[in-house]
């Protein structure tokens, strides 16, 4: 795999020089600002030992990045092998829990779950920024302040600030310190998720079927931003750059809250809609003779396989 050293370019001028990717500007790229040297050296060493592994193995679903995947088994001479989703939906129970039906026996006892359970369908935001990269307490006031100002419902789950928040927040929501996420995101009245960008987060919701409001924090997280907002179109960016000053108002904040949840509106439909055809790719993919299925049998075979031969190269067969 070769490495190819690109001259200074502006943050929002856009590179073509990524097979299979369609044009992405640079401030989607983090990495390639100068900022993350010691970053984009791992990242570099770990393109450099990729072709050294004896398999590849993607925690992601085909039918979403097939002409990604299709460039790195062109470029590749080991096996590729794409597993994905790599999401608890195994503890949900039978195929009929992963189709919004809510909570079943196994979460019913949660609060958040009752309380979810009275309100409308597709009504509720739920916003989780994850557990790994805080953003400032001024944009979590800015955040707040906005749900305050929308009157969108909305379940907000975030540590160490929660009694705080819930004051500002007002009577429209709930704001929890932990939940299933899976578990909330398929419930009905889940209309759409506020996410950070982290990969496993972003897949639930994509099994899920649900649109995104996008807010990305660092390292792969505009990419993938970019790739929920304009690849996959199934989502609105709220915030547009991985600055962490980047500080984005409540007024801004409130404008795409109602846009985003506002259901009957051109823009409204068609995102839950393409949701919807994503959702259905991704449970596909890990039926019977889902892509994701299929692939991890192939892995197992390849490993039996490659095991066997060991074997009889032992033993002089």
Same mark, same amino acid.
């Given at each position: 795999?070769?490495?190819?050293?690109? +001259?200074?370019?502006?943050?929002?001028? +856009?590179? /073509?020089?990524? +097979?299979?990717?369609?044009?992405?500007?640079?401030?989607?790229?983090?990495?390639?600002?100068?900022?993350?040297?010691?970053?984009?050296?791992?990242?570099?060493?770990?393109?450099?030992?990729?072709?050294?592994?004896? !398999?590849?193995?993607?925690?992601?679903? !085909?039918?979403?990045?097939?002409?990604?995947?299709?460039?790195?088994?062109?470029?590749?001479?080991?096996?590729?092998?794409?597993?994905?989703? /790599?999401?608890?939906?195994?503890?949900?129970?039978?195929?009929?829990?992963?189709?919004?039906?809510?909570? /079943?026996?196994?979460?019913?006892?949660?609060?958040?779950?009752?309380?979810?359970?009275?309100?409308?369908?597709?009504? =509720?935001?739920?916003?989780?920024?994850?557990?790994?990269?805080?953003?400032?307490?001024?944009?979590?006031?800015?955040?707040?302040?906005?749900?305050?100002?929308?009157? =969108?419902?909305?379940?907000?789950?975030?540590?160490?600030?929660? +009694?705080?928040?819930?004051? %500002?927040?007002?009577?429209?929501?709930?704001? =929890?310190?932990?939940?299933?996420?899976?578990?909330?995101?398929?419930?009905?009245?889940?209309?759409?998720?506020?996410?950070?960008?982290?990969? /496993?987060?972003?897949?639930?919701?994509?099994?899920?079927?649900?649109?995104?409001?996008?807010?990305? %924090?660092?390292?792969?997280?505009?990419?993938?931003?970019?790739? %929920?907002?304009?690849?996959?179109?199934?989502? @609105?960016?709220?915030?547009?750059?991985?600055?962490?000053?980047?500080?984005?108002?409540?007024?801004?904040?409130?404008?795409?809250?109602?846009?985003?949840?506002?259901?009957?509106?051109?823009?409204?439909?068609?995102?839950?809609?393409?949701?919807?055809?994503?959702?259905? @790719?991704?449970?596909?993919?890990?039926?019977?003779?889902?892509?994701?299925?299929?692939?991890?049998?192939?892995?197992?075979?390849?490993?039996?396989?490659?095991?066997?031969?060991?074997?009889?190269?032992?033993?002089?067969?």
């Amino acid at each position: 795999m070769t490495v190819v050293k690109q +001259p200074h370019m502006h943050p929002t001028q +856009p590179t /073509n020089y990524i +097979p299979s990717i369609s044009w992405i500007p640079r401030v989607d790229i983090p990495l390639l600002d100068g900022n993350h040297r010691q970053i984009l050296q791992w990242a570099l060493k770990s393109c450099e030992w990729l072709p050294k592994a004896q !398999y590849q193995l993607l925690p992601s679903i !085909y039918e979403l990045e097939s002409q990604v995947i299709d460039a790195l088994k062109a470029n590749l001479s080991i096996p590729i092998y794409i597993i994905g989703p /790599n999401i608890p939906y195994f503890s949900l129970g039978d195929n009929s829990c992963y189709t919004n039906n809510g909570a /079943n026996n196994n979460g019913a006892s949660h609060g958040y779950l009752n309380w979810l359970g009275r309100q409308p369908k597709c009504s =509720v935001l739920y916003i989780s920024q994850g557990s790994y990269l805080p953003i400032s307490s001024a944009q979590m006031d800015e955040i707040a302040n906005a749900l305050h100002d929308s009157n =969108v419902r909305f379940m907000w789950v975030t540590r160490g600030e929660t +009694p705080r928040l819930k004051e %500002i927040c007002g009577h429209m929501g709930l704001v =929890v310190a932990w939940c299933d996420q899976l578990r909330v995101l398929l419930h009905p009245s889940v209309g759409g998720y506020w996410t950070h960008c982290g990969w /496993n987060s972003v897949i639930e919701g994509v099994f899920s079927g649900v649109p995104f409001l996008t807010f990305p %924090i660092a390292m792969d997280q505009p990419l993938i931003s970019k790739l %929920i907002v304009e690849d996959w179109k199934v989502g @609105l960016r709220v915030k547009k750059d991985d600055k962490l000053d980047t500080l984005v108002g409540r007024d801004e904040i409130v404008v795409l809250l109602r846009k985003f949840m506002e259901l009957d509106s051109d823009v409204g439909r068609e995102m839950r809609k393409r949701a919807k055809e994503l959702q259905h @790719l991704a449970q596909l993919a890990i039926t019977m003779d889902g892509s994701s299925e299929n692939n991890i049998k192939d892995f197992m075979k390849n490993i039996v396989q490659s095991g066997s031969n060991r074997v009889q190269v032992q033993n002089g067969i």
